[in-house]
């Protein structure tokens, strides 16, 4: 069974600081694709950046990067230069790359609650 | 193209009643998802339509039920409501030929009160 960890409820940051949101998974499955997704009060979950289990390089989308170390099993997502609204809530996810035919369900982590400072 | 909408956006019921949610899947999209969130976690994914057929099911009871119809979008039952019900309820749409680094697109939920 695939689980997502994160360990941090609650993180402050400076605004035009960089932040670092924790995330860890375990899967048996050889394959698998992390996700970050963010979450504003609105309820709508907004895709930000995506890591293949495959991939060679670090995941990067604008001001989005994920630092993805497969060993460690763990999928940090990094925001540099925060903005205001950038205060939101940021889920880690994952979803095994399973055979077709089943569901490709996502499997979230308990998030962490970004709040951005002026 | 159209994004995934939800309907509707606020519902209260009482316990033992019934409850439709509705969903309306992207533009090209034949997969539909619904996931419960209880206030402060995560999601949890409840069941997946793939082309009006349910092809993935997670830990949730037979009174969770849903159907998808043939222009794709979605329907959650669910029966004898109980307080632990009280969740924001999301619906997830994807294509089978999208990528897979796109995941899901999903809609702004049904925050369902159960009293």
């Known amino acids: 069974a695939q689980k997502i960890t994160q360990t941090q409820p609650g993180m402050f940051v400076q605004e035009k600081e960089a932040v670092t949101l924790d995330c860890t998974y375990d899967?048996?499955?050889?394959?698998?694709?992390l996700f970050w997704y963010k979450q504003p009060s609105s309820g709508e979950m907004i895709f930000l950046i995506y890591?293949?289990?495959?991939?060679?390089q670090n995941a990067t989308e604008g001001r989005y990067s994920l630092n993805f170390q497969k060993a460690r099993k763990s999928a940090n997502l990094v925001i540099s230069a925060s903005q205001l609204g950038d205060s939101a809530m940021y889920f880690c996810?994952?979803?095994?790359?399973?055979?077709?035919?089943?569901?490709?369900?996502?499997?979230f982590g308990s998030g962490t609650q970004l709040t951005v400072l002026p | 193209e159209t994004g995934v909408t939800q309907s509707p956006t606020h519902l209260i019921k009482t316990r033992g009643q019934q409850v439709t949610l509705r969903c309306s899947s992207q533009?090209?999209?034949?997969?539909v998802s619904w996931y419960q969130q209880a206030l402060g976690q995560g999601p949890q994914f409840i069941f997946q339509?793939?082309?009006?057929?349910?092809?993935g099911r997670g830990n949730f009871p037979p009174r969770f039920s849903g159907l998808q119809f043939p222009n794709y979008s979605s329907e959650l039952n669910v029966n004898a409501l109980e307080l632990d019900d009280s969740a924001l309820y999301l619906c997830?749409?994807?294509?089978?030929?999208?990528?897979?680094?796109?995941?899901?697109?999903f809609g702004s939920g049904t925050r369902l009160t159960v009293v």
């Open positions: 533009s090209g999209h034949n997969t």
């Open positions: 890591q293949g289990s495959y991939d060679q």
């Open positions: 997830a749409s994807s294509g089978s030929g999208r990528p897979l680094n796109y995941g899901y697109t």
């Open positions: 899967t048996s499955d050889p394959s698998y694709g």
């Open positions: 996810a994952m979803r095994e790359l399973i055979s077709s035919g089943s569901a490709r369900q996502l499997t």
């Open positions: 339509y793939y082309r009006e057929e349910e092809n």
